[in-house]
Nanobody
Framework: QVQLVESGGGLVQTGGSLRLSCAAS????????MGWYRQAPGQQRELVAT???????NYADSVRGRFTISNDNAKSTIYLQMTSLKPEDTAVYYC???????????????WGQGTQVTVSS
């Protein structure tokens, strides 16, 4: 399995910046993609940004142009640089990894425990 550890959350004022990190560890063959999702109180978890091992990224419309996802495959780590933060970005941010345990195995996924991001107005 893959274990994910997120870090970098916190409290920031509107317009500020934060950088989240998510490091993957464990016995796996390959991580195909990783991403960030968020869940605000009373709302469903939603996609923020994803990135494949090849570097192809995808963003939610609400964060495109403000957030940047990147990866370091050698460290099995992804980052989310968040700028121009808004109060509506307040949520618990979760890291997700899509991976295979063997070359012929099925695609599996794993979630981190989440990190709180709070943007004050």
């Amino acid at each position: 399995q893959v274990q994910l550890v997120e870090s970098g959350g916190g409290l920031v004022q509107t317009g500020g910046s934060l950088r989240l990190s998510c490091a993957a560890s464990g016995n796996f063959f390959k991580i195909n993609a990783m991403g960030w999702y968020r869940q605000a109180p009373g709302q469903q978890r939603e996609l923020v940004a994803t990135i494949t091992s090849g570097g192809t990224s995808n963003y939610a419309d609400s964060v495109r142009g403000r957030f940047t996802i990147s990866n370091d495959n050698a460290k099995s780590t992804i980052y989310l640089q968040m700028t121009s933060l808004k109060p509506e970005d307040t949520a618990v941010y979760y890291c997700k990894a899509d991976f295979r345990l063997t070359p012929w195995g099925t695609n599996l996924n794993s979630w981190g425990q989440g990190t709180q991001v709070t943007v004050s107005s």
